[in-house]
């Protein structure tokens, strides 16, 4: 029956499951000591023992941990000693001003253990100065002992007086301000306080942390007595033994601790002294993940360091350092594969750069490029310095992949010519004609190939003009809202992403994601808002935001309040232009890109040789948007374009 079967299922292990980073080591071959099982998917033999039994057949398990992070200091050691041959993490003094200086300043984006909002805010606080300080930080964030923290920044500050507990534990706890942190803590207060050896001192640590009664009630007795032999009161050891018992239970291991802290150190100091080679190395360890390049570009902006966008002649398959700068890596790319660019700098790097499209075309692996790879490459702008018409080059996929083939096919055939050369398969590429995308649509295209905006944003040609009607930065209004309580805004933004669900009360609202020129954030837009400014928050719109705020801890939670059309409210805010020309051949395509009958002023500069300008200025008012402004620069021929 299906009880009998079930009976005889019961308390049968249902897979040999193993402990991903457990290592176990013995003092002769494991087989003489536990039983072994074979996974046939690996060449490693396991215990069939669980980890409690291993050790008590003799054997020490290790638990070995593998850290991308321990990756990322790899990469970027390397890429140092491109210009520092003799630099050695392993010897960057743990004294370096400008590490702990950041730190300080919460600046630690990228850094191990210490990048969260909450450990951010701690470290403000704490102004931590030396090695020490970070290990007891990385043990302390933690639930259970955080709320120590306060506390430690108080005493380490100098605000409050440490509390040793008995003169003979200062020694023991005087690093960590007479707050018990680590378990090797309780292990030397036993040591030192009721003579306890290192081995009873390691019982009572697990028996502190097992909770149980029994064994409690006896280590609790063995430790009052031994402390009233060493001339301390018996109240007083059993008031310490009461606060040590509280404190085993979260107890860290302070070499686990400084293990972590140590790395945490190494990354800081990557970033504080060697920002370019500490962020290609971190992009390249997270490049299928856009939100964290995205991140890492954000903070390469505010850190001054500038990334290069990708190009075929000059980028690598992962991030690169040159001349102070980040070239973008091609296998960041979305949609085109690590595989297809490895081929395609081989290439490159065999035959030298490439010069046009077509020498591209028959040159490249047509095995290893597909059209999606293709129009990615394109529209990142990978191929700008062999023609920067975009949008030609995405209309001719088609052509340059057929190429592309026809070349790879007569290679194979070895057609030859009569003096022994490849022969040429006769056809130069040919190119549809199309106008270049406007400088929106390029952006929007590039931000479908990379994820984000790179090369610039849809909103840079508008910080000026919004402005004038109030309309604040992300990073402006955040920053207000964390130190000073700012509670409302006018924030523009282009849509990324509208996510809608359904209340228990079943109305809908929508998690709204906006992408502006100094970050990213999200507003929940709740029924009524949803329903009047649905149409205006669809991905890729531009529009003003009225948004209320409230702060939790580092985060700052925004609720959508109104929604216009961006172009509408720049549009109220005069806004003239100067339009600098070199001839008058772009005279025409300006003029048809002016409407009549606005507010706007438009002067137009001639500049001539030896610095000289002829300046212009058209009689009539026009209509200018930002969005006319961006059409105008993109004309051929038109220098620069600046606000008046």
């Not at 176990?24 to 536990?34: F, H, M, N, S």
């Not at 006769?426 to 931000?447: I, K, N, S, T, Y």
């Not at 964390?482 to 992403?497: S, Y």
């Amino acid at each position: 029956t299906l009880f009998e079967i079930a009976l005889k299922l019961e308390g049968l292990n249902r897979n040999a499951s193993t402990h991903a980073a457990g290592i176990v080591i013995g003092d002769r071959p494991l087989e003489e000591l536990v039983p072994l099982y074979r996974d046939p998917r690996s060449h490693i033999p396991a215990t069939q023992f669980n980890m409690k039994y291993v050790e008590k057949a003799g054997l020490v398990k290790f638990d070995f941990l593998g850290l991308k992070t321990l990756t990322v200091i790899d990469k970027a050691e390397k890429m140092i000693r491109l210009r520092e041959p003799g630099f050695d993490i392993q010897k960057a003094p743990y004294d370096d001003k400008k590490t702990y200086d950041m730190l300080g300043h919460g600046d630690t984006v990228g850094v191990f253990q210490l990048e969260s909002s909450g450990m951010r805010d701690v470290l403000r606080k704490m102004r931590a100065d030396c090695i020490e300080d970070i290990i007891a930080i990385v043990a302390l964030y933690r639930p259970g002992p955080m709320a120590n923290i306060p506390r430690f920044i108080a005493c380490k500050k100098g605000d409050e007086e440490p509390d040793y507990l008995h003169p003979l534990l200062e020694p023991i706890l005087r690093e960590t301000y007479g707050i018990m942190v680590y378990q090797e803590q309780v292990m030397q207060i036993a040591q030192i306080l009721s003579g306890y050896s290192l081995g009873e001192a390691d019982v009572l640590r697990r028996a502190m942390g097992k909770k149980i009664k029994s064994e409690m009630d006896a280590q609790k007795e063995r430790f009052i007595s031994g402390a009233v032999a060493k001339g301390i009161e018996a109240s007083r050891a059993d008031f310490i033994f009461e606060l040590v018992a509280k404190f085993a239970g979260y107890g860290f291991n302070k070499s686990h601790a400084a293990a972590y802290a140590v790395v945490a150190y190494q990354t800081a100091y990557l970033k504080a002294n060697y920002p370019v080679e500490f962020l290609a190395a971190s992009m390249t360890l997270d490049m299928g993940n856009t939100d964290k390049l995205m991140q890492f570009r954000q903070e390469a902006q505010r850190m001054g360091v500038r990334i290069v966008p990708p190009a075929i002649n000059e980028s690598r398959v992962d991030f690169a350092v040159r001349d102070g700068v980040i070239l973008y890596a091609l296998a960041a790319l979305r949609n085109v594969g690590a595989g297809a660019m490895e081929s395609l700098v081989a290439t490159r790097e065999a035959g030298g750069p490439f010069t046009s499209i077509g020498g591209f075309a028959r040159r490249a692996d047509h095995r290893q490029l597909n059209k999606r790879a293709l129009e990615s490459l394109i529209k990142a702008g990978a191929f700008d310095a062999l023609n920067p018409n975009r949008a030609q080059l995405v209309d001719g996929v088609d052509a340059i992949l057929s190429l592309s083939n026809r070349a790879s096919s007569e290679a194979a055939a070895g057609q030859n010519d009569l003096f022994g050369g490849i022969k040429s398969s006769g056809d130069e590429l040919v190119l549809p004609r199309r106008d270049a995308w406007l400088p929106m649509d390029r952006l929007a295209q590039e931000f479908e190939a990379v994820g984000f905006y790179l090369s610039g944003h849809p909103l840079d040609d508008y910080v000026k003009p919004l402005a004038k009607i109030g309309v604040e930065s992300w990073a402006s209004f955040r920053e207000k809202a964390l130190t000073k309580g700012a509670t409302a805004a006018k924030l523009a933004g282009t849509v990324t992403h509208r996510q809608e669900r359904r209340s228990k009360t079943g109305n809908k609202f929508a998690f709204v994601g906006f992408s502006e020129p100094t970050g990213q954030f999200e507003a929940i837009c709740f029924s009524d808002t949803l329903a009047h400014a649905r149409d205006l928050l669809e991905p890729g719109k531009a529009v003003i935001a009225r948004v209320e705020a409230d702060v939790e801890g580092e985060e700052v939670k925004l609720r959508l309040q109104a929604v216009e059309v961006l172009d509408k409210a720049a549009a109220a805010a005069v806004l003239g232009l100067t339009i600098f020309v070199r001839d008058a051949k772009p005279i025409e395509s300006i003029a048809q890109r002016l409407t009549n009958g606005g507010r706007s002023p438009v002067r137009l500069v001639f500049l001539q040789e030896k610095g000289r300008e002829v300046e212009l200025s058209l009689g009539e008012k026009f209509t200018v948007t930002p969005q006319i402004k961006g059409a105008i620069k993109a004309i051929a021929g038109v220098v620069d374009v600046q606000d008046l």
